[in-house]
């Protein structure tokens, strides 16, 4: 059986709440064997925690998303400082920048709310530092700055992965030398994703996660619909494809390096 981890999925997100029970179950025949449910923000992280307490094999983070940094103060933080030391939370995440306007994709968001996704960004990366926690990275249109931003906090050498990653190769270096790791999801199978497949191709196979960021991001072959941890496995057979190898090789690595950056299982 193929051993592999969902490194960043949000079962606990509405979309799940018909069936989550059977969809980790699929996950679980699928050959996943743990998985690692994401906080978005201060609410979504609270359920992660709960989730992962009803189950051995699944794992919490708690952060908040760049979309919601606006929504952010004093007591969204010190929550998150507190909900990131149950035993079962393995990193804060995810957090970051995110500089694309959703109501006008022409334009930057504006001035203000780049200065307060900034400051909110760099409060959790203070947690981390304080809790001793890798990080979870989202970057969209905002990478200078978020190397930035973690190059002031933690200096040389950064513990923590740049989730989804849809970047070029120039960046993948950047983030390689900081000592990040690279986690793609299922929008390397699409048709389009030509150029982010050679990405994967380029990354070393000791620096990549796999995820599947559901219930979005359907790999192709389920595009349009619902994603769920246990399409991580087409995530797995595509880098295999891409890179001319096994599945067991890539599933084995993938999972290794998930075990030695989050200090699961």
């Known amino acids: 059986m193929t ?13 799940f709440d018909e069936d989550r029970k059977e969809v980790i179950q699929r996950a679980r025949d699928a050959g996943v064997e743990c998985m690692i449910n994401i906080g978005a923000d201060a609410e979504t992280s609270q359920q992660s925690v709960d989730l992962s307490g009803e189950y051995e094999f699944i794992f919490s983070t708690a952060g908040v998303h760049p979309h919601y940094a606006a929504d952010t103060g004093v007591d969204e933080i010190d929550l998150i400082e507190h909900l990131v030391k149950n035993e079962k939370v ?3 995440g995810e957090i970051g920048l ?12 504006a001035k203000e709310l780049k200065a307060i996704q900034q400051r909110v960004f760099a409060s959790f990366l203070e947690v981390a530092k304080k809790t001793d926690l890798p990080v979870i990275i ?9 190397l930035n931003i973690l190059k002031n906090c933690f200096g040389s050498h950064v513990r923590g992965v740049m989730h989804c990653y849809s970047q070029d190769k120039v960046f993948l270096d950047r983030c390689l030398d900081l000592g990040l790791y690279v986690s793609f999801a299922g929008n390397i199978t699409y048709k ?13 196979l000791d620096r990549i996660l796999i995820e599947t960021d559901a219930p979005f991001l359907a790999p192709q072959a389920v595009r349009g619909r619902r ?3 246990a399409h991580v ?11 001319k190898i096994d599945l ?6 993938t999972s290794e390096n998930a075990r030695q950056l989050f200090e699961i299982i």
């Open 3 to 15: 051993n592999l981890i969902d490194t960043h999925c949000h079962i606990n997100f509405h979309q």
């Open 98 to 109: 995110d500089y694309y306007n959703r109501s006008d994709p022409d334009k930057d968001i």
């Open 192 to 204: 389009k994703a030509q150029a982010l497949r050679e990405v994967a191709d380029y990354a070393p």
């Open 138 to 146: 989202h970057s969209r249109d905002a990478g200078d700055d978020v």
């Open 233 to 243: 496995k087409i995530v797995a057979e595509e880098i295999a494809r891409i890179k």
């Open 227 to 229: 994603n769920e941890p």
């Open 248 to 253: 067991e090789v890539v599933s084995n690595q």
């Open 90 to 92: 393995v990193a804060v």
